[in-house]
């Protein structure tokens, strides 16, 4: 498998440029219609190339919860300890992001964004 970084930054770019829009982008594929987090160039599950973006509702439930105690670069350190989990969007996407402390397998949860340095990212919190 071959990669390059600059590859991997175009691909994703669509989402990246939602996340500054404070949107959640997912991939969906036209041959199969399943759908799947960005930065692919086919689909992961029948390897069509027909791939189109969607925005996502931000809603989902969590499919895996790590509590992170010592981060992994300078960038996070201030935010160590941190919870990330892997939540399965509604739309059947599966996307990892920070989350509230103490959120729990199979909690619904809707995605909101937070700047950290020049980054936006995501965080989940439980809902209702
Ligand atoms: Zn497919």
Same mark, same amino acid.
């Not at 930065?39 to 439930?61: I, K, Y």
């Not at 992994?72 to 939540?87: G, H, K």
């Given at each position: #498998?071959?990669?390059?970084?600059?590859?991997?930054?175009?691909?994703?770019?669509?989402?990246?440029?939602? $996340?500054?829009?404070?949107? +959640?982008?997912?991939?969906?594929?036209?041959?199969?219609?399943?759908?799947?987090? %960005?930065?692919?160039?086919?689909?992961? %599950?029948?390897?069509?190339?027909?791939?189109?973006? @969607?925005?996502?509702?931000?809603?989902? @439930?969590?499919?895996?919860?790590?509590?992170?105690?010592?981060?992994?670069?300078?960038? %996070?350190?201030? +935010?160590?300890?941190?919870?990330?989990?892997?939540?399965? $969007?509604?739309?059947?996407?599966?996307? #990892?992001?920070?989350?509230?402390?103490?959120?729990?397998?199979?909690?619904?949860?809707?995605?909101?964004?937070?700047?950290?340095?020049?980054?936006?990212?995501?965080?989940?919190?439980?809902?209702?």
């Amino acid at each position: #498998m071959t990669t390059n970084q600059s590859v991997m930054t175009s691909l994703a770019q669509p989402y990246l440029e939602g $996340l500054t829009q404070q949107v +959640l982008r997912y991939q969906q594929c036209t041959a199969c219609s399943r759908a799947q987090t %960005f930065a692919h160039d086919a689909c992961q %599950f029948c390897g069509a190339e027909a791939l189109v973006w @969607h925005n996502s509702t931000g809603r989902g @439930h969590v499919h895996a919860v790590t509590v992170v105690g010592r981060a992994p670069s300078d960038a %996070f350190r201030a +935010l160590a300890p941190y919870t990330l989990v892997v939540v399965t $969007l509604e739309e059947g996407a599966r996307l #990892m992001g920070h989350a509230t402390p103490g959120v729990k397998i199979g909690d619904a949860v809707t995605a909101i964004f937070f700047k950290h340095l020049d980054q936006t990212l995501v965080r989940f919190e439980p809902i209702g």
